[in-house]
């Protein structure tokens, strides 16, 4: 069975404050990994999607990077609003849909 | 503008009733998703339709049922067999993995 998890569950900051979530997996045959926020009451929204180990993608403040075990999100330098929870998800080559994690919460104060 | 849009943005059933939750999408997308945010949580798959008139359960499925007879349109039930109901469902379409899903806004269903 396909799982992933993310860590930390919740993550308070201070602007400018850089840090990174984390996204481990473990799954049969990935196709990508992607990256979504999501803010309060909201659908997702997209960030980024990694096909395979050392590919690294790059949006503003926010880079996200993957190993054949995990995928981590750097935020540089964050802003309040920023704060939103990040979601990692995964296609696998044995189904045709995401399977999400339970989310990243960060909160950045001013 | 291309979207996806879900309603009603909220609703509320009654104890043993069937209620549709909407989802209409103008992208020209060929596949559709159903997922179920619970407090807290990450979303978790009901049904998906990669084309019209075909569709395959995901992890959560019982207790809801599904129809794609348009491209366009992909409703959820939600059957009175579901026994808690209360969360927040979000569809998506997609269409080329480099650009993710699309999701709507959400409908927030609420038992009373």
């Known amino acids: 069975e396909d799982q992933v998890t993310q860590s930390p569950e919740a993550l308070r900051l201070q602007e400018g404050e850089s840090s990174s979530l984390n996204c481990s997996y473990t799954?049969?045959?990935?196709?990508?990994l992607f990256w979504y926020r999501q803010d309060p009451g909201k659908g997702p929204e997209f960030l980024f999607t990694?096909?395979?180990a050392g590919e690294e993608k790059e949006k503003e403040r926010l880079k996200a990077t993957l190993t054949k075990k995990e995928s981590f999100l750097h935020i540089t330098a964050p802003k309040p609003e920023d704060s939103a929870t990040y979601l990692c998800?995964?296609?696998?080559?044995?189904?045709?849909?995401?399977?999400f994690g339970s989310g990243t919460r960060l909160q950045v104060q001013p | 503008d291309g979207g996806i849009t879900q309603s009603p943005k909220y609703l509320f059933r009654k104890e043993g009733q069937n209620v549709t939750l909407s989802c209409e999408q103008n992208?020209?997308?060929?596949?559709m998703y159903w997922y179920r945010q619970d407090p807290g949580q990450g979303l978790r798959l009901i049904y998906y339709?990669?084309?019209?008139?075909?569709?395959q359960k995901g992890d959560i499925a019982e207790g809801y049922s599904v129809s794609r007879e348009k491209k366009e349109s992909f409703p959820l039930t939600v059957t009175s067999a579901q026994k808690n109901p209360t969360a927040f469902y979000l569809c998506?379409?997609?269409?080329?993995?480099?650009?993710?899903?699309?999701f709507g806004s959400g409908t927030r269903l609420t038992v009373v």
């Open positions: 990694l096909y395979s």
């Open positions: 992208l020209n997308h060929d596949a």
């Open positions: 339709s990669q084309i019209v008139n075909d569709f």
């Open positions: 998800a995964v296609e696998t080559a044995g189904r045709r849909a995401l399977t």
């Open positions: 799954v049969s045959g990935l196709r990508g």
């Open positions: 998506a379409s997609s269409a080329d993995r480099n650009y993710g899903y699309t």
